[in-house]
Nanobody, 122 residues
Framework: QPQLVESGGGLVQPGGSLRLSCAAS????????MGWFRQAPGKEREFVAA????????NYLDSVKGRFTISRANARNIVYLQMNSLKPEDTAVYYC???????????????WGQGTQVTVSS
């Protein structure tokens, strides 16, 4: 059964950093594009970052460019999201997803994790 599990969320002060991990089981991530999305209370789930299967294509939401970095370690079946200079508006549940398109739409992805909470607050 394909499964994605996120970890690394938590409470952090504004300006702080977190690194989220997304581990896959039941399938290999080698041939999948990977995306990170987030959903704040009362808002739609929005695209944050995506990386192609070989890492050659990377896209970001404009508001996280220069602060967030997506990367992948195919040999370990893991994808990361390094988040620096965090702001209160980054507070959300963060989800990773796997699909065949390095896209920004939820429909580009076939498999989803359960999410990890990130709270940025003083």
């Amino acid at each position: 059964q394909p499964q994605l599990v996120e970890s690394g969320g938590g409470l952090v002060q504004p300006g702080g950093s977190l690194r989220l991990s997304c581990a896959a089981s039941g399938f290999t991530l080698n041939y999948y594009a990977m995306g990170w999305f987030r959903q704040a209370p009362g808002k739609e789930r929005e695209f944050v970052a995506a990386i192609s299967w070989n890492g050659n294509i990377i896209n970001y939401l404009d508001s996280v460019k220069g602060r967030f970095t997506i990367s992948r370690a195919n040999a370990r079946n893991i994808v990361y999201l390094q988040m620096n200079s965090l702001k209160p508006e980054d507070t959300a549940v963060y989800y990773c997803a796997a699909g065949l398109m390095t896209g920004g739409r939820k429909s580009d992805y076939d498999y989803w994790g359960q999410g990890t909470q990130v709270t940025v607050s003083s």
